[in-house]
């Protein structure tokens, strides 16, 4: 049997990394009645924290020569560079300047958004997901997409 050079199999792969950060769930948008309705206790003026889990998936090709899609080494330095090391025992809306300069409420679905565009400078279309775990029930994953 013949293999094609140009078909090589399309692998997606998932590393994991946990942080530790306090946040307020709040907008600048609403008012402090209209926050407190959607938001609850997790409006609470003296913050409160999580213990976040990332997923970043990569999807390319397996590159011939090393059997990889992507260096797991590179990937692992990057989500700590560009992740934990920024977020972790840090208060996001006061310490993180996507949500302190912006003013963009630190939900999880934003959390994701923010993860994504920090890492596609380093991985650009190889980036396939990135998934923030804020509890053990609640997921919110980001591929990119806009509406």
Known sequence: ???????????????????????????????K?????????CNNEHFHGHNYTV??????PVQPETGMVVNLS???EAMRELVVEPFDHKNLDLEVSE?????????????????WKR????FKQLLYE?????TNGHYASYRGEVY
């Not at 997923?55 to 390319?60: A, P, Q, Y």
């Open 1 to 31: 049997m013949e293999v094609n050079t140009h078909d090589r199999p399309l692998v997606l792969v998932t590393r994991q990394e946990s942080f530790s950060a306090a946040h307020r769930l709040h907008s600048s948008k609403l008012t």
């Open 33 to 41: 009645e209209e926050n407190l309705e959607i938001y609850g206790k």
């Open 55 to 60: 997923k970043v998936t990569i999807r390319g």
């Open 74 to 76: 590179s990937l692992k």
């Open 99 to 115: 949500f302190s300069k912006l003013g963009i409420p630190s939900t999880m679905e934003n959390l994701a958004v923010v993860i």
């Open 119 to 122: 890492l596609f400078h380093r």
């Open 130 to 134: 990135v998934v923030v775990q804020e």
